[in-house]
Nanobody, 116 residues
Framework: QVQLVESGGGLVQPGGSLRLSCAAS????????MAWYRQAPGKQRELVAS???????SYADSVTGRFTISGGNAKNTVYLGMNSLKPEDTAVYFC??????????WGQGTQVTVSS
């Protein structure tokens, strides 16, 4: 079955950097769009960044220029590089894999806390 395992979260000071990883098993990346979502306390889960099987990427306005999504295919791992982190980036970050037919899978999430 499909499994997504996130790692790399933690506590970082404002202006710092983190790189999240999503290790995928049980799927072939060429059939999936991979994405990172986040959910802050009391807020809805929101899309942060996505990458298609062809390598096209898209980002939420709030992270454009600071975050980079990469990976997939042979490595079966998707990354989210996060720079210039702000306190408002604090959230649980989730990895998602979705097919064109709408099948969607989620990881368990990893906590990112940006605080001095």
């Amino acid at each position: 079955q499909v499994q997504l395992v996130e790692s790399g979260g933690g506590l970082v000071q404002p202006g710092g950097s983190l790189r999240l990883s999503c290790a995928a098993s049980g799927l072939l990346f060429r059939f999936y769009t991979m994405a990172w979502y986040r959910q802050a306390p009391g807020k809805q889960r929101e899309l942060v960044a996505s990458i298609t099987s062809g390598g096209s990427t898209s980002y939420a306005d709030s992270v454009t220029g600071r975050f980079t999504i990469s990976g997939g295919n042979a490595k079966n791992t998707v990354y989210l590089g996060m720079n210039s982190l702000k306190p408002e980036d604090t959230a649980v970050y989730f990895c998602n894999a979705k097919t064109a037919g709408g099948h969607s899978y989620w990881g368990q999430g990893t906590q990112v806390t940006v605080s001095s």
